[in-house]
């Protein structure tokens, strides 16, 4: 482990960019983040009991700050370097005097991390083979010392040569292919985020970069606090439920007067009922995703009482006149508070939901807790007419854009040995591609970046709904502005102005025209000129979008947004 501060990242970057397990660029240097194991024992407790038990812990910790906290641990990876002036390639310890040092012990030049690693869907990372890849398999005895070299020629990879001391020689081209490596070298299972290695592992490697974006794919879980949890009291219970949860109801009747001295606007009541249903919450099987966002839903449709306290605020608005027969519900959204946590991750092929593909594990050993970030904001929570989604999700133009979407990722599922997924739902794409379109409008607006704003759909069975809300958990979370925007008369030009301009996109008719763009051809009619937003800003990826779906393309009456083209 190292003994000196390398780097410098956020708090939420090593939850979402940066986790554990993911390759940390620092400088000319390079070094993966370690596991849970090695990360210091203290840091900052977050609660949030629905997302806790259903990730089958008890608690969050935001990652340390550094100061009197400490720092999150990282070691060197890759361990391969090479010079730039002698051209050596092996590890540290061969061509450097101490392990600590970059430095090349013949040229004190500094030394150059490998630009290529080797992994396996299962999680597992290690070196890239140069000595097997060069002699195309076991090297044999006698010395063999390596080295690389660019010939200048061209960026391809067939311009990088490695050679050995015994004449070998073999450039980089080809090694990128699915079976490249399979020929020379098999998968360790090795795990150097964590203290051991799975040598079980019988995965095929890949080659990859080392800063590429499939090197490390966190599987994110995140919940909005939700009355009750939501609540001063639910804050109180949380704080004190190591000692509140071993209570009996007699002896919480002794104890609470004491411990709610001082707590103004709580009642024993109040905190008793909350200690039962949370005893009720921790006794039950875990919650599903689907029904984390079962409830969000009910909270947002049914909003928050005026003047209620807590971390979750939302008070229904008026729906402006230009906007009914297809917008049932406005509510501003004040005040909320999500909880984003780090579950896994894997590499190679992205987590994809509901599929039974193990995450590589966080750490070694069973624990209680996984790191964390809570962002506190504010948002729109817009609700459309179900009579008016039902009756456009059946018409052709829906159904048959959504086949295109089904097969694709039916292809996508066969290519990475998956059974095949339920067929993509019209509503969930078009619910998709009008929050894409509305977040473009709204940073234009409400003067936030849109990078700091976020999307939430809300899809399910009798559910037709997006939540619209600031996504970062810097200053820039709640200036106020966006849930302002809720107004009847701001949020009907909000919405009219994104139906005009998703009408066009200046990659048309290219755009409007395609049939499969993006990851795995699962978008339509979606490019960076129109629906694409900011990775921070997309919880599903910018997959599943499609602007024809909302304006109808050569069939404008088939456009879920027609019914208010008569208003723009």
């Known amino acids: 482990m190292p003994r000196k501060h390398v780097a410098k990242a956020r708090q939420g970057q090593l939850v979402t960019t940066y986790g554990v397990g993911s390759v940390f660029p620092a400088g000319d240097q390079s070094y993966m983040i370690a596991g849970l194991d090695y990360w210091p024992r203290y840091s900052t407790p977050i609660h949030e009991p629905r997302l806790a038990r259903a990730l089958g812990v008890r608690s969050f910790r935001s990652p340390p700050s550094g100061l009197s906290r400490g720092d999150v641990p990282a070691m060197r990876f890759p361990t391969v370097h090479y010079c730039p002036k002698c051209h050596r390639l092996g590890t540290l310890s061969e061509l450097s005097d101490s392990v600590n040092e970059n430095d090349c012990r013949q040229c004190d030049r500094p030394l150059i991390p490998s630009r290529f690693v080797a992994c396996c869907d299962a999680g597992h990372i290690e070196d890239f083979p140069y000595r097997a890849w060069v002699h195309e398999g076991p090297a044999g005895d006698g010395e063999h010392v390596l080295s690389l070299r660019a010939l200048g020629r061209s960026s391809s990879l067939d311009d990088i040569l490695v050679s050995c001391t015994c004449g070998a020689r073999r450039s980089l081209a080809g090694a990128f292919g699915k079976q490249a490596l399979t020929r020379v070298a098999r998968c360790h299972g090795k795990r150097p985020w964590l203290p051991s290695d799975d040598p079980s592992c019988d995965r095929p490697l890949r080659t990859l970069q080392r800063g590429s974006s499939n090197v490390w794919f966190g599987s994110l879980r995140s919940s909005i606090s939700i009355p009750p949890w939501s609540t001063m009291a639910a804050e109180f219970v949380e704080q004190h439920w190591q000692v509140l949860s071993s209570l009996t109801d007699e002896m919480l ?316």
């Open 253 to 568: 009747d002794q104890s609470l007067p004491a411990m709610l001295a001082g707590h103004h606007g709580l009642s024993i009541d109040t905190v008793k009922a909350l200690i039962t249903r949370r005893r009720g919450v921790d006794a039950g099987s875990p919650p599903t995703d689907r029904e984390l966002r079962a409830d969000e839903y009910l909270a947002l449709r049914d909003g928050t009482r005026p003047g209620e306290r807590g971390s979750f605020v939302c008070e229904p608005e008026e729906v402006a006149p230009a906007l009914t027969g297809l917008v049932a519900q406005v509510s501003r959204v004040s005040r909320l508070r999500e909880v984003r946590a780090l579950a896994g991750f894997t590499r190679v092929v992205p987590p994809v939901p509901d599929a039974d593909h193990p995450l590589a594990p966080l750490a070694e050993d069973e624990t209680d807790w996984l790191p964390a970030t809570e962002i506190h904001g504010e948002g729109i929570f817009i609700r459309l007419d179900e009579t008016a989604v039902r009756a456009w999700e059946t018409n052709r133009l829906a159904t048959e854009r959504a086949e295109f979407l089904t097969h694709a990722r039916h292809i996508r599922d066969a290519s990475l040995g998956l059974p095949p997924s339920p067929p993509v739902q019209p509503r969930f794409v078009a619910l998709h591609s009008l929050a894409h379109v509305l977040v473009t409008e709204l940073s234009l607006h409400a003067g936030y970046p849109v990078a700091s704003l976020r999307e939430r759909v809300y899809s399910g069975e009798d559910q037709a709904g997006i939540l619209l809300y600031t996504a970062s958990s810097d200053a820039a979370g709640s200036l106020g502005g966006l849930a302002a925007l809720a107004h009847p008369d701001r949020l009907e030009e909000v919405v009219l102005g994104a139906l005009e301009h998703s009408e066009w996109c200046s990659s048309d008719p290219v755009c409007a025209e395609s049939r499969g763009s993006g990851t795995d051809s699962l978008n339509l009619a979606a490019c960076h000129a129109c629906l694409l937003l900011p990775e921070t800003s997309c919880e599903h990826a910018n997959l599943y979008l499609d602007r024809v779906m909302l304006t109808g393309g050569d069939h404008p009456e088939d456009g879920m947004l027609s019914r208010l083209r008569a208003h723009a």
